[in-house]
Nanobody
Framework: VQLQASGGGLVQAGGSLRLSCTASERTFSSVVMGWFRQAPGKERLFVAAINLSGGSPKYADSVKGRFTISGDMAKNTVYLQMDSLEPDDTAVYYC???????????????????WGQGTQVTVSS
């Protein structure tokens, strides 16, 4: 399964970006999808995740109130709307998905088995 992420770019502080991630295979059936980010020299950190079949999404404290995750299960796609961006949001953003049949949202990267290639988000001050 390949996850294709897009939507990254360069934006000024206070601006917005929308990331998208789509699974390439028609047989993809994972319902828990999320976003992680990794800044240079730092570990990969949880950003947000959602169960596409329902329920409340989870967010890292650092992005609550600024980022919104949503998804479309029919399209195997998850989105991350990022508003009020800050320079500390600069990182490579990765989308990820848990195994098929799992419905619990976890915030640890090792809980996700499918990963996208990453998309760079740069926020200038």
């Amino acid at each position: 399964v390949q996850l294709q992420a897009s939507g990254g770019g360069l934006v000024q502080a206070g601006g917005s970006l929308r990331l998208s991630c789509t699974a390439s295979e028609r047989t993809f059936s994972s319902v828990v999808m999320g976003w992680f980010r990794q800044a240079p020299g730092k570990e990969r950190l949880f950003v947000a995740a959602i169960n596409l079949s329902g329920g409340s999404p989870k967010y890292a404290d650092s992005v609550k109130g600024r980022f919104t995750i949503s998804g479309d299960m029919a399209k195997n796609t998850v989105y991350l709307q990022m508003d009020s961006l800050e320079p500390d949001d600069t990182a490579v953003y990765y989308c990820a998905a848990r195994s098929s049949g799992i419905t619990v949202i976890h915030t640890t990267s090792r809980s996700y088995v499918f990963w996208g290639q990453g998309t760079q988000v740069t926020v200038s001050s």
